[in-house]
């Protein structure tokens, strides 16, 4: 198994800039979940999608802030306009089903300076 | 959000088991615990989930109290590649997980 794709792995954008994360799930997961992880306030839940339709988005931060997952086997995560603080490790998670374990992609690095 | 309490750091010796506790006191009928770990520089990793059972998988074992109040997390021998954070989470049903700091475990050779 190929396992959760994410890319790209790492991004380096400037304030104000458009980013989009990209998220390839585990064939025949039909749930998806975005993270973000900072050392200030470590692991939180973004937003969850189950069978393509957006469940919960009460983590995504702001406005700024939006996810959508076109088909079940792609997901976007865009944050416009960037700002510094957006600055974090970006993991895409999928589950065969809601309760069961997720398998974590290896993150995207992202840093807006 | 059902909370877990768990130790901030522990050591082990290679090769020894360790014992990983976990405490839920609010834990609901329906909630599933869930354990994962991330090694550094890298994303959480699967370990093992369970209901009211214990359950053994090729990673771990998960033994859960009684009242369900508590788990342990059991790694049968350590390897230097198993230090990482551990996080053991609640997972209602209905809602979402909540990452806690996490044991942080390291493992002397």
């Known amino acids: 198994d190929a396992g959760v794709i994410q890319s790209p792995r790492h991004e380096v954008t400037e304030m104000g800039q458009e980013v989009t994360l990209r998220c390839k799930p585990i064939s025949g997961h039909n749930s998806l979940f975005w993270y973000r992880q900072t050392m200030m306030r470590g692991l939180e839940l973004l937003i969850y999608?189950?069978?393509?339709?957006?469940?919960?988005d009460s983590g995504m931060p702001e406005d700024r802030f939006s996810a959508k997952m076109p088909n079940a086997s792609f997901s976007t995560l865009k944050i416009q306009p960037s700002e510094p603080r957006d600055s974090a490790v970006y993991f895409c998670?999928?589950?065969?089903?809601?309760?069961?374990?997720?398998?974590f992609g290896p993150g995207t690095r992202l840093t807006v300076t | 959000d059902a909370k877990t309490t768990q130790p901030n750091s522990m050591e082990s010796n290679e090769e020894e088991p360790v014992h990983l506790p976990c405490n839920h006191s609010t834990i609901s009928g329906t909630d599933y615990i869930h354990w994962y770990r991330q090694l550094p520089s890298q994303g959480p990793e699967y370990v093992i989930h369970g209901l009211t059972s214990n359950v053994n998988n090729r990673m771990a074992s998960l033994a859960i109290a009684e009242d369900r109040k508590s788990s342990t997390l059991i790694l049968h021998r350590a390897t230097l590649r198993d230090a990482a954070v551990y996080y053991c989470i609640l997972f209602p049903y209905g809602q979402n997980f909540v990452f806690g700091p996490g044991t942080r475990l390291s493992v002397l050779p």
């Open positions: 999608f189950n069978n393509n339709v957006p469940i919960d």
């Open positions: 998670a999928s589950s065969l089903d809601r309760p069961l374990g997720q398998y």
